[in-house]
């Protein structure tokens, strides 16, 4: 089964609203990162946080990192119709690379 | 502006014939990762490579995939023959890994494949 697994799967809210995607791995992580990804589109890093951070900021997006209870969230505040894409988040468990897992991904639609 | 750059972007072509991709990676990464997308399976790695050398193909079909890096600027994956439930997005990534752990992926535009 994947390392990392996204909730909601989909999540549509009004532009302006606050959206919360979570993230939840099994094993210890070296570290967490989040990409986005536009239809038809490659993906593209958004933020990382590794094992010894507890939260992340990087203009509207907000990360936070729980190591006990093998999750993660990202924040994206004030949403705008140009952040409606998919959000994935990708586990590195060491390795050099060997242990790199992406999840399902979260779609998220922003309505004008 | 470096990015990574991937040839074709899209591929028609029928059931049997031999597929090859290209891709060319930032310049300085030593990583490069090729990935699977489709609707029903999501995003699968198929391949990596670190300094050139494969390090993980497990997740490609042996048979029929092939992974290559001639040289640090050229990454080649090919399928011979190619099937029908080969169809996807195929996406290649570079990366700098100067540890254990594995730090931004910088991911091409991708190919999409489509075998009939």
């Known amino acids: 089964s994947q390392q990392g697994e996204e909730d909601p799967q989909a999540l549509s809210i009004q532009e302006g609203e606050n959206a919360t995607m979570n993230c939840s791995y099994k094993?210890?992580?070296?570290?967490l990162q989040w990409y986005r990804q536009n239809s038809g589109r490659g993906l593209v890093h958004l933020i990382l946080?590794?094992?010894?951070?507890r939260e992340k900021h990087s203009g509207r997006l907000r990360v936070t990192l729980d190591t006990s209870k093998k999750s993660s969230s990202l924040l994206i505040t004030a949403s705008r119709a140009a952040d409606t894409a998919s959000y994935f988040c990708?586990?590195?468990?060491?390795?050099?690379?060997?242990?790199?897992?992406f999840g399902p991904g979260t779609r998220l639609s922003v309505l004008p | 502006d470096a990015r990574v750059t991937q040839t074709p972007r899209h591929k028609v072509t029928e059931m049997g014939q031999e597929v090859t991709m290209r891709c060319q990676p930032i310049?300085?990464?030593?990583?490069v990762f090729w990935y699977r997308q489709t609707m029903m399976q999501g995003l699968e790695l198929l391949a990596y490579?670190?300094?050139?050398?494969?390090?993980?193909d497990s997740g490609m079909p042996k048979d029929r995939f092939s992974a290559e890096m001639p040289d640090a600027t050229l990454a080649t994956l090919k399928i011979q023959p190619s099937e029908p439930r080969d169809s996807a997005v195929y996406f290649c990534a570079s990366g700098l890994v100067q540890t254990v752990s594995t730090d931004t992926q910088y991911f091409g535009p991708g190919t999409r494949l489509t075998v009939l």
């Open positions: 094993t210890s992580i070296n570290n």
């Open positions: 310049l300085g990464h030593n990583t």
């Open positions: 990708a586990t590195d468990a060491g390795n050099y690379g060997q242990n790199f897992v």
């Open positions: 490579f670190r300094n050139r050398a494969p390090l993980d």
């Open positions: 946080i590794r094992s010894n951070e």
